[in-house]
C-alpha cells in the first residue's frame, strides 16, 4: 500500500500528489484509495481527479470508475525519460556493450503495449537495423517486448496481449496465445528473453531485464545482430555482459 502524508498545499502541488499516487500504484485505483494515500478531503481528491481526467493525465477502465494513468501523463514521462540528464551515463554503458559484444545494444522500456527505444548505440558493422530513439516496436514478437510480457504481473501482461493483437511479422513470430504463454513462462524462469527471427526476418536479439529496488522490470537491455552474423548461441554468449549492463544501468535509472 502506498502512504503519502497529508499535503494541503496548492493545487499544483496536490494534483501531482495525485498523480505520483497513481502511477505509482500500476495498476487501476479507486478515488478511495487516493484519498487514503494523499489524506485529502473526498471533495478535493474528486475534483482534482475530474480536472486531471480532463486534460488526459489521468483515464478511467472502460468497465470501472478506477482511474489509471492517462495518455498524456505518458506521452510526457516518455518525453522526460528521452531529454534525461542520465542519458549520457546510460549511453556510455551502452556504447561500452556494444564494444565488447560488437554488435547493437539497446535501452528500452513499455510504453501502453509497445515497447520504446530510449537509447541505442550501433554495431560498426554495415549490415543492421536501423531505429531511433524513440522508435516503438511491438511487445509479442520482440526481445524486449517478450521480456515486459514475461516479467510482469500475469493479469497486466494478459491485458496487453489482448489489447494488441499477435500479428505476424515473420513466419516465426509466435501468434498461437497457447505458445507464446508457453514462451513467457521460459521467460520468467530463466529471465531471459529471444527473438528467433520474430519481430524481422534475419534478426536475432536477447534480452536482459532492468530491475528496480522491488524487482519489478522497468526496461530492458538487449543486443541484436543479423543472423548471418549472430546465432542464437552467439547471442547467449552475450548474457553476463547484458546483465553486468542492465545492472549499471538500473544504479542510474532505478537507484
Not at 484519498?35 to 480536472?51: D, F, G, I, Q, S
Not at 509466435?174 to 519481430?199: G, H, T, Y
Not at 549472430?230 to 537507484?255: G, N, Q, S, Y
Request: hydrophobic residues 40%; positive net charge.
Amino acid at each position: 500500500m502506498i502512504k503519502k502524508k497529508a499535503m494541503a498545499g496548492t493545487a499544483a502541488q496536490r494534483a501531482l500528489e495525485i498523480l505520483e499516487a497513481v502511477a505509482k500504484a500500476r495498476r487501476p485505483v479507486t478515488g478511495n484509495e487516493i484519498m487514503e494515500w494523499v489524506r485529502l478531503p473526498k471533495p478535493t481528491v474528486y475534483r482534482t481527479c475530474a480536472l486531471l481526467e480532463a486534460m488526459g493525465m489521468v483515464q478511467r477502465e472502460a468497465d470501472s470508475k478506477k482511474l489509471t494513468v492517462g495518455p498524456r501523463l505518458c506521452a510526457l514521462s516518455l518525453e522526460v525519460i528521452l531529454s534525461s540528464p542520465n542519458r549520457g551515463p546510460v549511453r556510455s554503458i551502452l556504447q561500452s556493450l556494444a564494444s565488447d559484444t560488437g554488435e547493437t545494444c539497446t535501452f528500452a522500456i513499455l510504453d501502453g503495449n509497445e515497447i520504446v527505444c530510449v537509447d541505442r548505440v550501433e554495431s560498426a558493422e554495415p549490415l543492421r537495423i536501423q531505429l531511433h530513439a524513440g522508435s516503438r516496436i511491438p511487445v509479442h514478437c520482440t526481445a524486449s517486448g517478450k521480456l515486459f510480457l514475461g516479467l510482469m504481473p500475469r493479469a497486466q501482461s494478459k491485458r496487453l496481449i489482448e489489447s494488441a493483437p499477435l500479428k505476424p511479422n515473420t513466419p516465426n513470430t509466435i501468434v498461437d496465445p497457447r505458445k507464446l504463454e508457453a514462451e513467457l513462462l521460459r521467460i520468467r524462469r530463466e529471465k531471459i528473453s529471444r527473438d528467433n527471427q520474430e519481430f524481422s526476418t534475419g534478426l536475432i536479439a536477447i534480452a536482459v531485464p532492468i530491475t528496480g529496488k522491488r524487482g519489478r522490470i522497468c526496461g530492458s537491455v538487449s543486443v541484436n545482430a543479423p543472423a548471418t552474423r549472430m546465432t542464437l548461441a552467439d547471442a547467449e554468449a552475450h548474457v553476463p555482459a547484458l546483465r553486468r549492463a542492465a545492472k549499471a544501468i538500473a544504479k542510474i535509472v532505478a537507484p
